[in-house]
């Protein structure tokens, strides 16, 4: 498994994590490469179906970053964000899949060194828990 | 009599409702066999295996199968029929989207095995039925369970989807000469609309801070069963069905599967419901508050996918935790 690069989606959220990966990009921090960013206006309009197409597609991992509670350029987007992921995560671990997969993090326009840092870690500890295989099983 | 359409009914893993369901059209039975002759019905007639191999293939005009496919012989039945049909009709929820059976995906097949013969409630506990087994007669022979249960469009082509739990009488009374007469595509039978498009009770634009089981609730017959607390899937259930459950205050239970062009039942569901849940007041709580709401929606899973799971994106337990 020494090989292994992970793949993670992360979903963007247009106002405040973009903006984060934007600074982190022009402060030059360093992270790793794994991570497949998507732009979302709002971290609510990230439907549990996306999470499972993205998975279902080969990511190992699914990172969905929003602005901080109380932040949300639409006021209450990021609480439903909240409430989808923790009953979320509930139905991915009935599915048998490891809940560490799916995370949740707050990044705002501010914060080039969290963002560079959450990728790290998300990214390690996807490698540590190997590939995500969802090929059919057979009879 | 020779120009009369052929038609047939077959059943996989099933209840039988299905069935029933088909008698549930009342006078109108007549109308359909005015128009079409019934050659193959286990149900309600006798006919052997043998004797559906022994026609011609593609002499079955219009071939309704219902129920889910859990077992070989299931599938060695429709892949026949399909030979010997010109079109198929997945005929209700088990075999258009997987069905209630579909539940047993969340577990392993030895798991329900081993559940259900070999636990406290069984008599002679321990037995797992053989898959060969010698009696002084001959050899009998058990079709073994699939790994998982799957819907019909994962064995064979189907032609269109009829969903239900089963087929109302409008559903029925509107399709069966339709498809008959060839006239619906694939999908036209699942609705664009979902059950609360349909449903009369009256809806609040209000935030829902808590859901209750609904043995706990005393129901205002008037008002959307949702909005008092208590889940109901018509926002993520296909309508035309009419909404007969909420009509007479009883929450969708979501057995019309998907709306058409939606892949996934549950997590709709689970986007829906996550919007209109919350407590007033929600910008002064900690995270750890915010999530206590979600604590009330019970086993989401198996509320979601109740009719659904074999046809979401990830169809069966998966093996990614270990230990």
């Known amino acids: 498994m020494a090989d292994f690069e992970p793949k993670i989606i992360v979903f963007l959220c247009n106002w405040c994590s973009y903006g984060g990966g934007d600074l982190a990009g022009v402060n030059r921090e360093q992270y790793p490469s794994n991570v497949l960013g998507i732009k979302v206006m709002c971290s609510s309009r990230v439907s549990p179906e996306h999470i499972m197409e993205s998975f279902v597609d080969g990511a190992d991992g699914v990172l969905v970053t929003g602005c901080h509670p109380g932040d949300c350029h639409y006021i209450d987007g990021n609480y439903k964000t909240i409430r989808k992921i923790d009953m979320f995560t509930k139905i991915l671990e009935d599915f048998g899949i490891d809940p560490k997969r799916i995370r949740l993090e707050w990044i705002s326009s501010a914060e080039g060194n969290k963002y560079a840092r959450v990728m790290t870690e998300m990214t390690e500890e996807i490698r540590e828990l190997g590939p995500l295989n969802l090929k059919d099983e057979v009879e | ?323």
């Open chain 2, 1 to 323: 009599m020779s120009d009369k359409l052929k038609i047939g009914f077959y059943w996989c893993a099933a209840c039988g409702g299905c069935e029933i369901s088909v008698l549930d059209i009342d006078e109108m039975i007549l109308d359909v066999v005015e128009l079409a002759d019934i050659v193959f019905w286990p149900c309600a007639m006798d006919p052997k295996y043998e004797d559906l191999r022994a026609m011609e293939d593609g002499s079955i005009d219009v071939i309704f199968i219902n129920g889910s496919i859990r077992s070989t012989e299931n599938e060695e039945m429709v892949k026949l029929l399909r030979e010997k049909s010109k079109k198929v009709v997945a005929y209700g929820s088990c075999s258009s989207i997987g069905g209630l059976f579909g539940l047993g995906n969340l577990y392993s097949k030895e798991e329900l095995l081993e559940y259900g013969y070999n636990t406290p409630s069984t008599e002679e506990g321990g037995v797992i039925p053989a898959e060969n087994s010698k009696v002084p007669e001959g050899e009998l022979h058990l079709p073994p369970l699939l790994h998982h249960v799957r819907s019909l469009d994962e064995i064979i082509e189907v032609d269109i989807y009829l969903p239900g739990c089963p087929p109302l009488p409008n559903q029925l009374k509107e399709g069966l000469p339709l498809i008959l007469e060839g006239k619906v595509g694939k999908y036209d039978l699942v609705s664009q609309k979902s059950v609360c498009d349909e449903c009369p009770l009256e809806r609040e634009e209000k935030k829902i801070p808590r859901l209750y089981p609904i043995q706990e609730m005393m129901l205002d017959p008037e008002r959307c069963i949702l909005d008092q607390g208590v889940l109901c899937m018509g926002p993520a259930t296909a309508g035309m069905c009419e909404a007969p459950c909420p009509s007479v205050g009883h929450p969708c239970i979501g057995c019309n599967g998907p709306v058409r062009g939606v892949k996934d039942q549950g997590a709709r569901m689970a986007s829906a419901l996550a919007s209109v849940l919350g407590v007033e007041g929600e910008e002064r709580m900690e995270e750890s508050e915010i999530i206590d709401v979600v604590k009330s929606v019970r086993d989401p899973t198996g509320s979601f996918y109740r009719f659904s799971l074999p046809k979401s994106y990830l169809r069966y337990k998966r093996r990614d935790i270990h230990g």
